[in-house]
Each structure stands twice: as C-alpha cells, then as structure tokens.
C-alpha cells in the first residue's frame, strides 16, 4: 500500500514541488491549499505524515496544528512544519509543544534533507 502524504500549503510551487518529489519516492500525495481543507482532508484520507505551512490566510498553521492534535481521528499523524517564517526558539518550542514532530524552515533545508524528514516519520 502506498504511503499518503498531505501538504497543507498555499503556494502552488512549493505543493507542486514536493508533489512530484514524495511521489518518486512513493508516496500519494494530497494538496490542500488551505487550512480548512487541510483538516477535512486529514480526517477523511488519515495520511501517514503532513506537511503544514504555518502562514496562510483564513487560518494559519498554528490553528491548523491544534484543530489537528485536538482530533481522535487525526492527533497521531505527524506534523512536520514546513514553513518560511522565521523559526525563533519560541515558535520551534511552541510548535513542538503544540505536537509537531519537527520545524523546519524551507529555507535551511534542500527538498532531499526535507523528504528525508518525512520519510522518517510515514
């Protein structure tokens, strides 16, 4: 069975981007390029891992990642915050806090270190 991955972002690049890499490496990989959407799609596909963009409009990562932990359905799936925002050691310790797995910045990171993140935790 394939491995399902779910991006939470919305910048169609970066969905598109890692799209086509987590499927060279195996994975479905669903988009959702909002909040809302996020949640519904984690609950009705229960991916293996998500990948969540913390600044997004209507609803940000933040309340994304609680509404996601809050939920039986969905509080055991890892989170990997992928973001732009700088990560200052509060967010990285609230992100955690808050049950993310890891916080990575897009910036620090190329796709191959990201992936192996994610591979880690599908």
Known sequence: MMKKALLIDDSPFMTQMFSLRLHDEGFDTL???NGEDGIKMAKTEVPNVILLDLAMPQMTGWEVLKRLKDSDTTKD???????????????????????????LMKIEYNIDEIIKVVNKYA
């Open 31 to 33: 988009i959702a390029g």
């Open 77 to 103: 799936i890892p989170v990997i915050i992928l973001t732009n925002s700088k990560g200052n050691k509060e967010d990285i310790e609230r992100a955690k806090k808050a049950g993310a797995a890891e916080f």
